[in-house]
């Protein structure tokens, strides 16, 4: 069965791609997921999510259900939509810039599958993609590849994505804007007419903006966030040296003012996520190229790489040398209600604990082991839950702010482990309540 006209396709079923797409079959609208990875492509068949989000797999499974979402590996089905999300990884190569593989890989092909088409279809850059890549790369691939003139009977736009992992749905259902970077009319009328769609009544503000402009909205957004994160770690690494002194409460004065605000200001051991360091990484590297050096951005990521040290620091405050201590690690997502382990602050500290003398390290995470079985040594011990990743442990390091664990209690803590050390690295408890353990956490001043 063909999509027909109104139908969407996507190419990338990851998590935004994925996201997207199921997002966009549950307002009724006919949408081909398309990847290159076949085992993906089989489990969306049968109507089961690749990855864990929440909210995602009852969504695919009705769409699937419905026809409303089909899955494919040829992306020739995209010529039978009438618009085409591009939604490809775009890692960071060796030296921070940004790799275009897959988006140049897609949008040639595409370009091939459209060549044919007589009516009008619409190419949507949503991947993040440094400024210019919209109009410098993939519109030269797509015109080439599809012999047609851009802005005639193919549209292009660049329209970022700032859903984040953990409420992706919901990001997506309810965004606070949509960002679309066009050159010409046609395509932006296009996409904007697909968002009414999509959203009816309760279409969010759009941005309409030339691709350049849209492709760095992107970049501004993650490295401020990114920076915030940078900043409170940095007053809380002050903090953590006065007696007395807690940079929680510290934000919630901060926060009052309309002109900070409290949100995003959470002292933790530093971001992790498959975006923030690659994006910063990618804007650095292209800022540098045209001759200005980013400091502040810089900053950010240095303050974030040295965060972690900061978490181990508190451990062996607690512990003394680590020969022969068991370290249980609770948390291994990049945050809660996630299995992504990409860039994971977990995996800094764990790396950093491996490069001491001695310990023995036990991890527990509720969604994220088998992704983080792949990306640590063997030498990392995997519990089968919480209680006995503790048993027998010398000192437990909370990285992931998962709600399970915020049940433990202190008394739970004291009956399992070997020796009652708890480092608080995202200040899950009220220090109060843990006051018969020995309690550190980030940003919290020594006890006098
Ligand atoms: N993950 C997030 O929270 C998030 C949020 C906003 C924006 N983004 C951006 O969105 C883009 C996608 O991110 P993601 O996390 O969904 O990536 P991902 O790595 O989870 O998924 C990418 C998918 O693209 C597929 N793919 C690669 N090349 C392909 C090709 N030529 N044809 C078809 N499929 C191909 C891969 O097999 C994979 O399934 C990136 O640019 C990212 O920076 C991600």
């Given at each position: 069965m063909?999509?027909?006209?109104?139908?969407?396709?996507?190419?990338?079923?990851?998590?935004?791609?994925l996201c997207t797409s199921a997002a966009f079959a549950s307002k009724g609208i006919k949408t081909v997921g398309i990847d290159i990875d076949e085992k993906r492509i089989e489990q969306i068949r049968q109507g089961r999510a690749p990855l864990y989000e929440p909210q995602l797999d009852s969504m695919l499974k009705k769409a699937v259900k419905k026809r409303l979402?089909?899955?494919?590996?040829?992306?020739?089905?995209?010529?039978?939509?009438?618009?085409?999300?591009?939604?490809?990884?775009?890692?960071?190569?060796?030296?921070?810039?940004?790799?275009?593989?897959?988006?140049?890989?897609?949008?040639?092909?595409?370009?091939?599958?459209?060549?044919?088409?007589?009516?009008?279809h619409l190419v949507i850059v949503k991947s993040t993609v440094i400024p210019g890549t919209t109009n410098r790369i993939v519109n030269p691939i797509l015109a080439k590849s599809s012999s047609k003139t851009i802005g005639t009977n193919l549209g292009l736009c660049a329209n970022p994505e700032?859903?984040?992992?953990?409420?992706?749905?919901?990001?997506?259902?309810?965004?606070?804007?949509?960002?679309?970077?066009?050159?010409?009319?046609?395509?932006?009328?296009?996409?904007?007419?697909?968002?009414?769609?999509?959203?009816?009544?309760?279409?969010?503000?759009?941005?309409?903006?030339?691709?350049?402009?849209?492709?760095?909205?992107?970049?501004?957004?993650?490295?401020?966030?990114?920076?915030?994160?940078s900043f409170i770690n940095t007053i809380a690494n002050i903090a953590q040296s006065i007696p007395g002194v807690d940079v929680n409460q510290i934000v919630e004065a901060i926060g009052r003012d309309p002109r900070?605000?409290?949100l995003f200001l959470k002292a933790g051991p530093g971001y992790g996520g498959s975006c923030f360091h690659k994006d910063l990484q990618a804007i650095i590297n292209f800022s540098e190229n045209l001759g200005y050096s980013p400091l502040l951005l810089r900053a950010t990521e240095g303050t974030n790489e040295q965060q972690a040290e900061k978490v181990v620091e508190?451990?062996?405050?607690?512990?003394?040398?680590?020969?022969?201590?068991r370290i249980a690690v609770l948390g291994l997502a990049f945050k809660k209600d996630t299995d992504d382990i990409r860039e994971a602050a977990s995996l800094r500290v764990i790396n950093l604990l491996m490069k001491k003398k001695g310990p023995?390290?036990?991890?527990?995470?509720?969604?994220?082991?088998?992704?983080?079985?792949?990306?640590?040594?063997?030498?990392?011990?995997?519990?089968?839950?919480?209680?006995?990743?503790?048993?027998?442990?010398?000192?437990c390091i909370v990285m992931t702010e998962w709600n399970q664990f915020k049940k433990l209690r202190a008394k739970d803590?004291?009956?399992?482990?070997?020796?009652?050390?708890?480092?608080?690295?995202?200040?899950?408890?009220?220090?109060?309540?843990?006051?018969?353990?020995n309690f550190a956490g980030v940003g919290i001043g020594p006890q006098e």
């Open positions: 063909k999509p027909g006209p109104g139908s969407v396709s996507v190419i990338g079923m990851g998590y935004v791609g979402l089909t899955a494919t590996n040829d992306i020739s089905q995209a010529a039978y939509t009438s618009s085409t999300f591009l939604t490809v990884g775009t890692p960071s190569r060796k030296d921070g810039s940004i790799d275009l593989t897959s988006i140049e890989r897609a949008a040639e092909e595409l370009g091939t599958a459209l060549s044919e088409k007589q009516s009008y700032f859903l984040k992992e953990g409420t992706a749905i919901n990001d997506t259902l309810h965004p606070d804007k949509i960002v679309i970077g066009a050159n010409d009319k046609k395509s932006a009328n296009t996409l904007k007419q697909l968002y009414m769609r999509f959203y009816g009544k309760n279409l969010p503000t759009v941005i309409l903006t030339s691709p350049e402009t849209a492709e760095l909205v992107k970049y501004a957004s993650n490295a401020f966030l990114a920076t915030k994160v900070i605000g409290p508190l451990v062996e405050k607690l512990t003394g040398p680590l020969e022969q201590k023995i390290i036990v991890a527990y995470d509720p969604l994220a082991v088998p992704n983080a079985r792949r990306l640590l040594t063997e030498s990392v011990e995997f519990a089968q839950d919480e209680r006995s990743a503790l048993k027998g442990a010398d000192c803590y004291l009956a399992l482990m070997r020796t009652p050390n708890l480092v608080d690295a995202r200040r899950l408890y009220d220090p109060k309540e843990y006051e018969s353990l």
